[in-house]
């Protein structure tokens, strides 16, 4: 993944930083994309992430990193546009559709995607996957939400709880 | 899911419409707990909160259930020099409209928009607020013909005004959609650029009505819109008896369809009903369930002022519609 960089800022060629998971594996990006992180922005800016360096990321696996990363990479050129006022119909139904494609994956993963979105502040990741969770679970009743969330079964008492609350609000469940 | 931080979960829940939200208040304590927070009101959907109404002087029916109430009518939010001379007109999403009377001249007014104190939040209806330009602003011929409309934004906080392109009679009372003095509700977006006019709803009773009395609607004005469920519902006269009262909901806003949901007679919510309609007002229908909110008028003012509500009081009913 890592690609040696000859550090001399030659102006053709996009700015690249490194950033490091927790596990140790080195990822190379375009500074733009890694941007799309206000944290990450922050350290960039600042000049870091650069040639042999890397910034660490120690609670972000890989896997996630990796996740990550492809949406920066492909929502970049549109922030890059200032939230792409010029974009075009095409490409505004391009991205949704990847949108819609990217957060069609197993919960686990969904979980940790949404955890370092908001631990490396990427507002618009955050929100796409805060989107399909409330999707998830909007219909669902709130014993089906337990279940699709994976909660351990409610105790006795927090069973009379959902019950009474459940008679007081019986008009949330027609 | 469970190690979502509080963050996290409120930016879900602030996804889903309301009824959801309530559901949601059941999965767990935390959950519960989170979506209850005063902290986090603002940032979930909203349900509606109360409504104002007068008596002698306005007064503000609060079914929050909070405590204290959502509303403080003494409006100590606002700054002192401005809280003189002030008649509440409406409120919606957290804005208020008052119409101030604090010139020499007795009868001159002006418009004063406020926005809520932080910790409540009123019914969600839209992001702006109307006003029709009345025979006081010069803009009714005189004859009941609205020529344009003042729109509020909250957004950009300007009044601004509108030049009506309706081509029919029509009194505008509120915002958005209004009810006009010909049984037909008038339409325009914020922005004043869409113009829109859509009929009443007509039964067969009375169209049947209108073979004998030369109109369906002959009470004109006799109504109430509201937004329900997210849609505009509508609380009319279903027979020229005037005995019995109808919702309606707007099935799509632009394919001007009406499905008749609930009809209910006077009779049947209290027993010594003489002038139907007229004792009645619905003033409110719930943004999120199948439910409308009811003043009885009495008609006697020297004995309770108009209107009187009280939840617990004889004069109101909260109705559950089919």
Same mark, same amino acid.
């Given at each position: 993944?890592?690609?040696?960089e000859s550090?001399?800022?030659?102006n053709?060629?996009?700015?690249?930083?490194?950033?490091?998971?927790?596990?140790?594996?080195?990822?190379?990006v375009?500074?733009?994309?890694?941007?799309?992180?206000q944290?990450?922005?922050?350290?960039? /800016?600042d000049?870091?992430?650069?040639?042999? $360096?890397?910034?660490?990321l120690p609670?972000?696996?890989?896997?996630?990193?990796?996740?990550?990363?492809?949406?920066?990479?492909?929502?970049?050129?549109?922030? #890059? =546009?200032?939230g #792409?006022?010029?974009? !075009?119909?095409?490409?505004?139904?391009?991205?949704e559709r990847f949108d819609n494609? %990217?957060?069609n994956?197993?919960?686990?993963?969904l979980?940790s995607?949404?955890m370092?979105?908001?631990?490396?502040?990427?507002?618009?990741?955050?929100?796409?996957?805060?989107?399909?969770?409330a999707?998830?679970?909007?219909?669902?009743?709130?014993m089906?939400?337990?279940?699709t969330?994976?909660f351990?079964d409610?105790?006795?008492?927090e069973?009379?709880?959902?019950? #009474?609350?459940m008679l007081?609000?019986?008009?949330?469940?027609? | 899911?469970?190690?979502?931080?509080?963050d996290?979960?409120?930016?879900? %829940?602030?996804?889903?419409?309301?009824?959801? /939200?309530?559901? +949601?208040?059941?999965?767990s304590?935390?959950?519960?707990? /989170?979506?209850?927070?005063?902290d986090?009101?603002?940032? /979930?959907?909203?349900?509606?909160?109360?409504f104002?109404?007068y008596?002698t002087?306005?007064?503000?029916a609060d079914?929050?259930g909070?405590d204290?109430?959502?509303?403080?009518?003494?409006?100590?939010?606002?700054p002192?020099?401005?809280?003189?001379?002030?008649?509440?007109?409406?409120?919606c =999403?957290?804005?208020?409209?008052f119409?101030?009377?604090r010139?020499?001249?007795?009868?001159?007014?002006?418009?004063l928009?406020? !926005?809520?104190?932080?910790?409540?939040?009123?019914?969600?209806?839209?992001?702006?607020?109307?006003?029709?330009s009345?025979?006081?602003?010069? $803009?009714?011929?005189?004859?009941g013909?609205?020529?344009?409309?003042?729109?509020?934004?909250?957004?950009?906080?300007?009044?601004?005004?509108?030049?009506?392109?309706?081509?029919?009679?029509? %009194?505008?009372?509120?915002?958005?959609?209004?009810?006009? @003095?010909?049984?037909?509700?008038g339409?325009v977006?914020v922005?004043?650029?869409?113009?829109r006019? @859509?009929?009443?709803?007509?039964?067969?009773?009375?169209?049947?009505?209108?073979?004998?009395?030369?109109?369906p609607? +002959?009470?004109t004005?006799?109504g109430?819109?509201?937004?329900?469920?997210?849609k505009?519902h509508?609380?009319?006269?279903?027979?020229?008896?005037g005995d019995q009262?109808?919702?309606? #909901?707007l099935?799509?806003?632009?394919?001007?369809?009406?499905?008749?949901?609930?009809?209910?007679?006077?009779?049947?919510l209290?027993?010594?009903?003489?002038?139907?309609?007229?004792?009645?007002?619905v003033?409110?229908?719930h943004? $999120?369930?199948n439910?409308?909110?009811w003043?009885m008028?009495?008609?006697?003012?020297?004995?309770?002022?108009w209107p009187? %509500?009280?939840?617990?009081?004889?004069?109101?009913?909260?109705?559950?519609?089919?």
């Open positions: 993944m890592a690609a040696p550090g001399d800022g030659n053709g060629a996009a700015r690249m930083v490194t950033l490091i998971s927790s596990d140790n594996t080195r990822f190379e375009e500074a733009a994309a890694a941007s799309l992180s944290t990450l922005q922050l350290t960039i /800016l000049g870091g992430g650069g040639g042999g $360096d890397g910034i660490p609670n972000v696996d890989s896997a996630t990193l990796s996740k990550v990363l492809e949406y920066c990479i492909k929502h970049a050129p549109a922030a #890059a =546009n200032g #792409a006022p010029n974009a !075009t119909a095409v490409d505004r139904a391009e991205l494609e %990217f957060v994956i197993d919960q686990s993963v979980y995607l949404i370092a979105a908001h631990n490396l502040e990427i507002e618009g990741l955050q929100s796409l996957v805060a989107k399909k969770v999707d998830m679970i909007k219909g669902k009743s709130p089906e939400i337990r279940r969330l994976g351990p409610p105790t006795p008492e069973q009379a709880e959902m019950n #009474a609350h007081e609000y019986g008009w949330a469940y027609e | 899911m469970d190690k979502l931080t509080d996290l979960l409120i930016e879900i %829940f602030s996804r889903v419409p309301y009824k959801c /939200l309530r559901r +949601f208040a059941c999965v304590r935390r959950w519960r707990a /989170l979506i209850a927070h005063p986090n009101r603002r940032k /979930l959907p909203q349900t509606l909160a109360g104002f109404y008596t002087s306005p007064r503000f079914v929050s909070t204290p109430p959502f509303f403080d009518l003494s409006l100590a939010f606002l002192d020099r401005e809280r003189e001379g002030l008649d509440l007109v409406d409120g =999403n957290g804005l208020l409209l119409r101030c009377y010139f020499a001249d007795a009868i001159e007014f002006d418009y928009s406020s !926005t809520l104190p932080q910790r409540s939040g009123l019914q969600c209806r839209s992001h702006g607020v109307g006003r029709t009345d025979s006081e602003d010069n $803009d009714d011929d005189g004859d013909h609205v020529l344009g409309v003042t729109i509020y934004s909250s957004v950009t906080r300007v009044w601004s005004h509108k030049q009506s392109n309706w081509c029919v009679d029509v %009194f505008v009372c509120g915002m958005l959609y209004v009810i006009t @003095i010909c049984s037909s509700i339409a977006d922005e004043g650029r869409t113009w006019i @859509i009929d009443f709803p007509c039964t067969e009773e009375s169209w049947r009505g209108h073979a004998v009395c030369g109109s609607f +002959f009470d004005g006799a109430l819109i509201d937004l329900s469920q997210g505009l509508l609380a009319n006269n279903y027979d020229v008896t009262l109808a919702i309606w #909901a099935e799509d806003n632009n394919s001007k369809e009406w499905t008749l949901k609930h009809t209910v007679s006077f009779r049947h209290l027993k010594h009903v003489q002038f139907g309609f007229h004792e009645f007002i003033v409110a229908m943004p $999120d369930r439910m409308s909110h003043l008028v009495n008609n006697n003012p020297t004995v309770t002022g009187n %509500f009280s939840r617990s009081s004889s004069c109101s009913a909260i109705m559950y519609l089919a």
